[in-house]
């Protein structure tokens, strides 16, 4: 009872740093929820997207060229300073930036060498698609400008043509914008658990473990079996406290989503993460001697293991020899489950269940090395 | 005296375990797991691979044509084919997109194609398009008479266009590769998280430490003791951030962009501006050691956030949501001064930001000026 | 005539409602040995923090070196050397590079900087420790580099503040020798502790603190002095009845007798030849007595008698 009230104490003086990371967490997530659109929205759907359209041409083409643009997505006005086109570009407030050279309609029905020109932001694959739409429009109105010779009726046949769409239906998953906001939620809190867990519960491991705390409980009546099982049970309840209090803000936040199967398998994904999150702690309480080596610690385990297993850059874009390395973190298992669960209805169970093995697998070898040091430790 | 203070402060701060982890080892690290995690992503993006797909007839002569193309796009007289048909039934291609065999089902129905996906990825986007394209073909073709050969060849030099009438303008001569931003941000951390300034000034107030104690009654000057000590954390944190632009652009070759002088420039004045955040912190009353050592480490780690150390895109949002955030946050000056340096040919926003660092700094050391140099206290 | 070094005058000092100091005047002469005795929260380091101008005070007046001291009287600073009660000392630097830092806190010339601090080092017997850091030293050692770091400037006042707590018997009798030997090569000192004994050992002229306020002042003997015991006698003695109690009490400078548990206390005031007196008696009634011993009375005698206190917790 002693060791539970001392690791209370020791716990308050930890508030601090719980509240802090849990702020940065709710501003991700308030961040996140804002930027949905643009970020996370699927690369499949044709959202529309902001134009700025500079016509130095002032033809049929370019006006028709123009209509087309505004029926698909937002003309933008910018000022055409070159600096200002970067500053709206990488304000986001413009995507794609089009020039229309003068004489370009000219040049194109004599077929001479022009180009539209044209400023993207690198990686965007919005900006590709608007580029095949404009190809697609110049090509199919330039040939009926050719056949008919009247530039209205050649845009309203070019517009008829370009409507042709095929039906695509996606299997299996809900709309992909309703769960995204959960998953990222549940995918930065590898990064926030592990922080606060270790940099709550590390230190508290430490000063128990600390010589004279350790001679003095020692010589007391308890016995050391009861004060280990003692310590595991604080410990145990401190984690379980935290993933508490993260669980049920999700389960308010998300409840339509949380509360279903998929939800459920967030959650118990979630939590033994938080296992393998006490073993670490449990570890470092074993061999750390220093409450301000608890902080380098986890953030180095933290930020490092976010970035090398996927949390905080897509695990679409990490090289496969990154991936080979981020397979030793517990937090590799933890996203694999995670990104199966996006794929419910379509998913893989091995995936899952493999993904929940090898992670209590990680907690079982983190636990036993803290036991055996510990012993080894005491015996000196 | 003043080079004595300095001496000994900067012997003082190599000493600490915690000062030299942080400003030199932990930016070195997470730098790596950056270029590990980054340093594929040209590669796993940029390289296209040929896309499998099933293709389920009717079994009709309206398949024909379907047919033809999607032999054409598999010709692998080319280097690369764009697909790869695999002919099959509606169950198997259901099972094959399960497994994940194929990116995506094309089901014809009258001579239709309709397609069918399971995620929302680039291969997916392509095949759409590929069968839109199909679509307005047929569409086109369908338009005109058969027997006016003049229109057909018009039509089918259209639909064969493969010419891109757009041609991309550079954007900047920088470096224009998202992941820069990352490496800005920890740029930013590493002059922002500043022991050695709160240390120091923890030792020069009386009613703080016992050290300071002993130089409140010394001959030596108070003001020369606040800047030799202070001149000393800047030092640290000035080579700290110096090294970690080395290892940067030498070791791991990252291109920052723009001119390594000027890189430099910003790193010295965000180092300033890391040392009086940190002074500050450790002139502040009141408050315990290790909540200042935490304070010190939350307030970088969170500023950091802000401006896109873990998710880049953070950056984005609070600039266009929360400006006066972006404005008044240190790390955002830095990340904001450097990116200004890869993208912009002329220096307003650079100059800017570095101006918001100075002043930043200057209002800080003030304050802590002021609250260190009371010698004498009401108590200790 | 001996100038005074230190001179306070009815200093006031207050922490909200608690009043720490209490219309406390002092007077300290150059070449003392100045002891400042009293339990703990007495106000003694208070008392030195106020004159050190670390600590502001409402009321009163306090002068050292005839000159009221400000944060920037750097040449009283100059003269003044302080042994703080906690050790104030850096963890990251060695022994010598303590010493040599806080000196040159004061002293800017290099070489004689560095004769300065081998002096200290010899002078506090550090030689084997200077490259060690403070964490391997021992609570004696400590003390001991925190007085090197605070005398190393040759200071002629020096401030010493319970430089004794936790502290080793041999270290201590190095650090009170040390002390003496300060004393004898000009420095005034200003020692306080609530260890009596040192207070006795070493100090000229001693001042007995309690709740912010001067009891007594005086040397050692004017103290005790103060108070009526000048000796107690104790016998062991097996039996006794009441006739030799009074006859006992009767006995010339007697004040008190107690009996309890086979021990007997007599209390003198005054008087030279007591115990053969009262071995006298013994010897005359044919009394058998056991063990005799005859104590002098200390400063916590003092202390008790005016506070009804004890002086150590």
Not at chain 1, 164 to 174: D, R, W
Not at chain 2, 229 to 247: N, V
Not at chain 3, 191 to 211: F, G, L, N, R
Request: with cysteine; aromatic share 10%; charged share 20%.
């Amino acid at each position: 009872m002693q060791v539970f009230k001392a690791f209370i104490k020791i716990s308050r003086q930890s508030i601090g740093i719980i509240l802090t990371y849990t702020i940065i967490f709710i501003v991700f997530l308030e961040m996140m929820s804002r930027f949905n659109s643009t970020a996370t929205a699927s690369e499949f759907t044709e959202s529309s997207i902001n134009i700025a359209v500079i016509d130095n041409d002032n033809s049929s083409l370019s006006n028709n060229l123009l209509k087309y643009i505004d029926s698909k997505h937002n003309i933008i006005d910018i000022d055409t300073d070159i600096d200002d086109i970067r500053d709206a570009m990488y304000r986001r407030s413009v995507d794609y930036v089009l020039i229309i050279p003068e004489n370009f309609y000219e040049n194109i029905i004599a077929g001479n060498n022009i180009s539209l020109e044209s400023y993207k932001l690198p990686d965007s694959v919005a900006a590709e698609f608007v580029e095949l739409q404009l190809n697609n429009f110049i090509s199919v109105y330039t040939a009926y400008i050719d056949m008919l010779d009247n530039s209205d009726l050649a845009y309203e046949k070019t517009a008829n043509v370009l409507k042709a769409e095929a039906e695509v239906s996606v299997s299996g998953s809900t709309s992909s914008d309703e769960i995204s906001i959960p998953h990222y939620f549940y995918m930065f809190l590898t990064y926030i658990l592990l922080s606060v867990i270790v940099m709550c519960i590390t230190p508290i491991l430490i000063t128990m473990n600390t010589e004279e705390i350790k001679i003095r409980t020692l010589c007391s009546s308890l016995s050391s079996v009861k004060r280990n099982i003692f310590i595991a049970i604080s410990t145990f309840s401190l984690g379980l406290i935290i993933f508490l209090l993260f669980t049920v803000f999700s389960l308010i936040r998300f409840s339509s989503d949380m509360f279903s199967t998929v939800g459920m398998l967030r959650i118990l994904n979630c939590f033994i993460y938080m296992i393998v999150c006490l073993g670490i702690s449990f570890s470092a309480g074993v061999f750390l001697k220093n409450r301000n080596t608890v902080s380098m610690l986890a953030n180095v385990i933290g930020l490092g293991s976010s970035f090398l297993t996927g949390v905080f850059v897509d695990r679409s874009l990490l090289a496969p020899s990154v991936l080979a390395v981020g397979k030793f973190l517990p937090c590799y298992w933890y996203i694999n489950v995670e990104n199966e669960l996006l794929r419910f209805g379509n998913h893989n169970t091995r995936t899952i269940i493999y993904g929940y093995g090898m992670q209590i697998l990680f907690a079982i070898v983190l636990f036993a090395l803290g036991i055996v040091f510990s012993k080894s430790k005491k015996s000196e | 005296m003043f080079f004595h203070v300095f001496k000994y402060g900067l012997k003082i701060n190599f000493r600490v375990k915690e000062i030299v982890f942080w400003a030199f080892i932990f930016p070195i690290i997470l730098g790596t797991c950056f270029y590990a995690a980054f340093s594929s992503i040209s590669t796993s993006t940029e390289s296209f691979n040929t896309i499998n797909v099933a293709i389920v007839l009717e079994n009709s002569d309206s398949d024909i044509y379907f047919k033809e193309i999607a032999d054409s796009l598999s010709d692998d007289e080319n280097d690369l084919p764009l697909l790869n048909p695999t002919y099959c039934s509606s169950i198997e291609a259901g099972q094959l997109l399960e497994k994940e065999e194929v990116t995506g089902i094309i089901t014809l129905s009258g001579g239709i194609p309709s397609l069918m996906i399971s995620g929302d990825g680039i291969n997916e986007s392509i095949l759409k398009e590929i069968l839109n394209k199909y679509l307005q073909s047929v569409s086109m073709l369908s338009d005109i008479d058969v027997n006016d050969t003049a229109s057909l060849s018009k039509v089918l030099s259209a639909i064969n266009n493969d010419i891109s009438y757009i041609k991309e303008l550079k954007l900047t001569d920088g470096n224009t590769d998202v992941f820069t931003n990352y490496y800005y941000s920890l740029i930013a951390m590493c002059c922002l998280m500043c022991f050695s300034g709160t240390m120091g000034s923890m030792s020069i107030k009386a009613n703080l430490s016992s050290v300071g104690i002993r130089k409140n009654l010394s001959t030596t000057r108070k003001s020369v003791i606040i800047l030799g000590t202070f001149m000393s954390s800047y030092i640290i944190q000035a080579i700290a951030s110096i090294i970690l632009i080395i290892y940067l652009n030498y070791v791991l070759k990252v291109n920052l962009g723009g001119s390594l002088p000027l890189i430099t420039l910003t790193a010295l004045v965000g180092s300033f501006a890391g040392v009086s955040t940190g002074t500050f912190i450790g002139a502040l009353p009141k408050l315990s050691e290790s909540l200042k050592i935490a304070l010190n480490i939350i307030v970088s780690l969170f500023s950091c956030f802000l401006s896109g150390l873990m998710i880049g895109d953070i950056k984005y949002i609070i600039q266009d949501n929360l400006p006066l955030l972006d404005l008044l946050n240190p790390a955002a000056a830095i990340s904001n001064a450097l990116y200004s340096l890869n993208i912009y040919d002329t220096y307003n926003k650079f100059i800017q930001s570095i101006s918001v660092l100075t002043i930043y700094s200057i209002v800080l050391i003030f304050t802590s000026y002021l609250m260190t140099r009371r010698e004498t206290y009401a108590s200790l | 005539m001996s100038e005074s070094i230190i001179k306070i005058e009815k200093l006031v000092k207050r922490y909200k409602e608690l009043i720490a100091l209490d219309h406390l005047s002092l007077d300290v002469t150059e070449g003392e040995i100045f002891g400042l005795l009293g339990p703990n929260g007495s106000g003694k380091t208070t008392t030195i923090n106020c004159i050190l101008s670390l600590l502001t005070f409402d009321k009163g007046s306090i002068k050292v070196f005839g000159k009221e001291m400000k944060p920037d009287s750097y040449d009283i600073k100059q003269k003044i050397g302080v042994v703080t009660q906690n050790v104030a000392v850096y963890n990251e630097l060695t022994v010598y590079e303590n010493i040599d830092y806080f000196c040159g806190l004061y002293v800017k010339d290099k070489s004689l900087r560095k004769k300065y601090v081998d002096e200290a080092i010899e002078f506090v017997d550090l030689r084997q420790f200077t490259k060690f850091y403070p964490k391997k030293l021992s609570g004696g050692l400590l003390r001991r580099l925190n007085i090197a770091c605070g005398i190393a400037h040759k200071p002629t006042l020096i401030f010493m503040d319970e430089p004794t707590v936790a502290v080793d018997p041999q270290s201590r009798n190095k650090i009170l020798e040390n002390i003496l030997e300060l004393n004898r090569n000009g420095a005034t000192i200003i020692y306080t502790s609530h260890y009596m004994e040192e207070v006795e050992q070493i100090c000229t002229q001693i001042s007995i603190m309690d709740k912010g306020k001067m009891i007594a002042t005086g040397t050692k003997n004017e103290l005790l002095k103060m108070i009526k015991n000048s000796e107690t006698i104790t016998i062991e003695i097996l039996n006794i009845n009441e006739e030799t109690l009074s006859n006992l009490k009767n006995l010339p400078h007697v004040y008190d007798v107690k009996y309890n548990n086979n021990q007997l206390k007599l209390y003198y005031s005054g008087g030279k030849h007591n115990l053969v007196r009262v071995l006298d008696y013994f010897k005359k009634e044919n009394i058998d007595i056991g063990r005799v011993y005859s104590e002098l009375p200390t400063l916590n005698d003092v202390f008790l008698e005016i506070t009804g206190k004890e002086l150590r917790d």
